[in-house]
Antibody, heavy 122, light 107 residues
Framework: QVQLVESGGGVVQPGGSLRVSCAASGFTFSSYGMHWVRQAPGKGLEWVAFIRYDGSNKYYADSVKGRLTISRDNSKNMVYLQMNSLRGDDTGVYYC???????????????WGQGTLVTVSS | AVRMTQSPSSLSASIGDRVTITCRASQDIGSYLAWYQQKPGKVPNLLISGASTVQSGVPLRFSGSGSGTDFTLTISSLQSEDFATYYCLQSYNNPLTFGGGTKVEIK
């Protein structure tokens, strides 16, 4: 069965950096695009970033462009989110999400990890 | 970015009620609209894709309709397990955008 397990969350000071990871299993990882979606405490869902199945294209929400970087390692079935210049409004649960296809558009999210909490606070 | 306006933001309903949630896109997104259900403390679950395709395992009381800019999620007869927050998501245009959510509560 499909499993997505995030790790790496924690408390970081404003302006700091953090890398969260997602270990994928149960499907042909190299055939699917992957997303990161976040949810601030008590708030709604916000799409953050996407990486194409082969890593060749990456897309970002305007709110994170230039600060957060998505990457993947298909040999390890891993997807990462490097977060730099973190701000208070980056606080939230970060979900790793499998795309139903290889491209960012015209597809859906079918499997979600349990999420990892990132707290940006001094 | 395509703005997704979901309404209402919350509603109170009784078991057996018919519930309708709407999502309006700021521009034409064809049928590239999905609905997700999120129960408290749980991860979101895909209910409907392509505006109207109910996912396997989702009860038939859930249905979706619409195209272009106006979309609807309908629960024909609300059950206790349906109390949750519902989100729409457009995947037609980059960046992907969610609606603000509709919290369905018990009356």
């Amino acid at each position: 069965q499909v499993q997505l397990v995030e790790s790496g969350g924690g408390v970081v000071q404003p302006g700091g950096s953090l890398r969260v990871s997602c270990a994928a299993s149960g499907f042909t990882f190299s055939s699917y695009g992957m997303h990161w979606v976040r949810q601030a405490p008590g708030k709604g869902l916000e799409w953050v970033a996407f990486i194409r199945y082969d890593g060749s294209n990456k897309y970002y929400a305007d709110s994170v462009k230039g600060r957060l970087t998505i990457s993947r390692d298909n040999s390890k079935n891993m997807v990462y989110l490097q977060m730099n210049s973190l701000r208070g409004d980056d606080t939230g649960v970060y979900y790793c999400v499998k795309c139903t296809g290889g491209e960012v558009l015209l597809n859906d999210f079918d499997y979600w990890g349990q999420g990892t909490l990132v707290t940006v606070s001094s | 970015a395509v703005r997704m306006t979901q309404s209402p933001s919350s509603l109170s309903a009784s078991i057996g009620d018919r519930v309708t949630i709407t999502c309006r896109a700021s521009q034409d997104i064809g049928s590239y609209l999905a609905w997700y259900q999120q129960k408290p403390g749980k991860v979101p679950n895909l209910l409907i894709s392509g505006a109207s395709t109910v996912q396997s395992g989702v009860p038939l009381r859930f249905s979706g309709s619409g195209s272009g800019t106006d979309f609807t999620l309908t629960i024909s007869s609300l059950q206790s397990e349906d109390f949750a927050t519902y989100y729409c998501l457009q995947s037609y245009n980059n960046p992907l955008t969610f609606g603000g959510g509709t919290k369905v509560e018990i009356k």
